[in-house]
């Protein structure tokens, strides 16, 4: 019998159950794909592609500028436009980037936080310009500033400031846009930064209290409509390969958030006390050897949080297989979502109840892992809340901690990565070989055509309405109104991306978060003896200890593999300076001439090193510093580690240099 043959008479493999009946079936989550890249334009493009190919749901990437609120011109912007996500500087970029996609019709996710205001303003302008009813917009921004201080690092503002914009957009879409979801709860870029699952799960339930208390104890929410404004409250989260640790960790957190909701803000309507969750798997264990295997990776995480009906997401995005090598193309991004389609529309997954509900094993799991949430959460709240355990860095240090110690069990192998640690034999991948690198690379030419459109826009504006535009949305903010209206307004009257966030800044003042490098992570030294010989006799050559200067410069926040460099080089026992993300290759290059350091390193992951550091060498040259020599670590392609060493660079670290003892060794070697 043929396969078309056997669909027809509704047989499945067993011969028993139809599987034409899809009355019986679970509608699967919303399939998304991250995406946005170089222009709004080319953006709109692959979206409109990927929604033809089955996609469900929109989840928009927006390039570091936006996320962090600046124009393309700024300074602090140089080569970072259009590389991780999209750029959006004003109205018109938005209004392109949605171009012939019906907003009223759309679950549009944008992974937004310090800037989110701004963007959902820009948004809800779009929509009013398709004729779109306010109250049928659904969707997410992520909203959730507590985390950015603790790992993805996009934060502008300090930390009461940027949790009163959250509130004010929890207030505004309760009021205006009922079906959108105003705030993600994101422990996503925790388990990134190296939190373990106990840690996930009690610093985002930590972040979600401070929230919801800053709504309850501000007013935001009248008290007869807050268990409804609770039922909004949505998480964004990370599933790694540990598959039973992180299915029972989503189950676990299902049964806390509803405990927390009852006990704590007597939710009684158990419709709003559902743990609702959108995911990511994880990235961070994404190799770049053997890249092929990246795919079981991404499938195994995704079981775990699509198994388990009880604790299903409601909206999975996965990464492709080469996000580790660079900027995945549509096909890798394809590959991904036929991933999730296989998954529900192929299988009988949809068909049943909790294939979990009564495991010894599991309940004995996740009886453990909210035992050990709740004991963090408690010490959490004794210091304050999240917020305070931010301003002491207590979190910060124990998500510095706990990568430290996932680092080290690679290196000593007691962590297994297959392709990097063990089973590291391999024939030459067809997917990542020959002339196409195998990613997906953003033309140069992009950043100076985003500078010419947004000076082209300012010129084509009124200023006089811009201006007072402004002026309302400096007053709001001053007197502690709700930003959201004149942020639309502002929206409306061409106000960019870079002078919403100055009056802003200007207002609330920035914010540099603890580095959470303050002291030696390491308890066992035994295996750094070899390194820290090196380092001592290279010390004694030099006449005084070796000192490193790890610098994070432009808008790139991810700042995991600076931290663990910058503790282990300190384990080390070299003297290490490290100020923390976001600087200009200028105040880089005066730290070094500054500190008189022997050696400068340099963490770009947002692919935009040939830029910046041709910028630092640049500049090193001119100041006489050519005799210190400076190594550059990130997601680098090989043709631009070549270019990287033309400028000058001694070294280059990828992913795949996993021993951060060797490296250290080798920069030790460089210097002396």
Not at 127 to 137: I, N, P, S, V, Y
Not at 147 to 165: A, D, N
Not at 171 to 189: A, I, L, Q
Not at 353 to 365: M, P, T, Y
């Amino acid at each position: 019998m043929s396969g078309a043959k056997r669909a027809e008479e509704g047989l499945n493999s067993g011969g028993a159950k139809t599987i034409l009946d899809e009355k019986t079936r679970d509608r699967p989550w919303i399939f998304r794909t991250y995406a946005g890249h170089s222009t709004a334009k080319d953006s709109n493009a692959l979206y409109r592609s990927n929604l033809a190919k089955g996609q469900t749901g929109l989840s928009v990437a927006f390039d570091l500028p936006t996320q962090t609120g600046y124009d393309p011109d700024h300074p602090l912007s140089r080569g970072e436009v259009g590389k991780v996500g999209v750029p959006i500087a004003h109205l018109g970029d938005m209004r392109e980037l949605f171009d012939q996609i019906p907003l009223e019709q759309m679950n549009t996710s944008m992974t937004i936080n310090a800037t989110a205001a701004w963007l959902l303003a820009l948004y809800i302008a779009v929509a009013d310009e398709q004729g779109a009813d306010r109250k049928k917009l659904s969707g997410t921004t992520q909203n959730d500033l507590i985390k950015e201080y603790l790992s993805r690092g996009t934060y502008v503002f300090p930390p009461k400031p940027s949790l009163r914009l959250t509130t004010d957009i929890i207030g505004f879409t309760y009021n205006h846009m009922p079906k959108f979801n105003p705030m993600n709860v994101c422990s996503y870029h925790l388990q990134e930064a190296g939190a373990t699952p106990v840690q996930e799960l009690a610093y985002a339930l930590s972040t979600a209290i401070d929230v919801l208390d800053a709504v309850k104890d501000g007013g935001v929410i009248g008290e007869e409509d807050f268990a409804k404004a609770v039922g909004r409250i949505s998480f964004f989260v990370n599933a790694g390969m540990r598959f039973v640790t992180e299915l029972c960790k989503m189950r676990a957190f299902a049964e806390l958030w509803d405990e927390i909701c009852r006990e704590r803000y007597d939710v009684k309507d158990e419709k709003y006390r559902r743990f609702r969750y959108g995911v990511q798997v994880n990235s961070l264990g994404l190799t770049e050897q053997q890249p092929e295997n990246n795919v079981y990776r991404i499938l195994i995480e995704m079981l775990a949080v699509v198994l388990s009906k009880n604790a299903r997401a409601r909206a999975v995005q996965l990464p492709a297989w080469n996000e580790a090598l660079g900027l995945p193309r549509p096909w890798d991004q394809q590959w991904s979502l036929r991933m999730q389609q296989i998954m529900a529309y192929e299988t009988d997954l949809l068909e049943y109840g909790d294939l979990f509900d009564g495991s010894k094993e599991i309940e004995d799991k996740v009886r453990a892992l909210k035992a050990e949430a709740r004991e963090e959460m408690v010490r959490i709240e004794e210091m304050g809340g999240a917020i305070a355990a931010i301003e002491t860095s207590y979190m910060k240090q124990k998500l510095v901690e706990s990568n430290a110690m996932r680092l080290e069990a690679i290196e000593k192998g007691s962590l297994t990565l297959v392709g990097v640690n063990r089973f590291k034999e391999s024939e030459p991948s067809p997917l990542s070989s020959g002339e196409d690198s195998g990613i997906l690379t953003v033309d140069p030419a992009v950043e100076q055509e985003a500078v010419e459109k947004i000076k082209a826009w300012r010129e084509a504006r009124n200023d006089v309405a811009v201006e007072d535009a402004l002026t309302a949305l400096r007053e709001a903010a001053a007197a502690g109104a709700n930003i959201m209206e004149p942020s639309i307004a502002c929206a409306k009257a061409g106000v960019t991306t870079g002078e919403w966030g100055a009056i802003l800044r200007d207002v609330f003042g920035e914010y540099r978060a603890p580095t959470g490098v303050g002291k030696a992570a390491r308890t066992d030294g035994t295996d750094l003896e070899d390194v820290r010989e090196a380092v001592s006799v290279a010390s004694e050559k030099l006449g005084r200890r070796l000192k490193m200067l790890v610098g994070k410069p432009g808008l790139d926040g991810h700042s995991n593999g600076a931290e663990q460099i910058a503790v282990r080089a300190r384990d080390s026992g070299i003297e290490v300076v490290y100020q923390g993300i976001r600087l200009t290759p200028e105040q880089i290059v005066n730290t070094a001439l500054e500190e008189g350091v022997h050696v400068v390193g340099l963490s770009i992951l947002s692919g935009s090193h040939l830029a910046l550091v041709g910028d630092v060498m640049k500049l090193m040259k001119e100041l006489e510093l050519e005799d210190v020599p400076v190594v550059v670590g990130g997601i680098i392609p090989p043709a631009d580690e070549k270019i990287l060493k033309e400028y000058g660079v001694a070294a280059v670290y990828t992913p795949k240099d996993f021993q951060l003892n060797e490296i250290i060794r080798n920069i030790t070697e460089l210097v002396a």
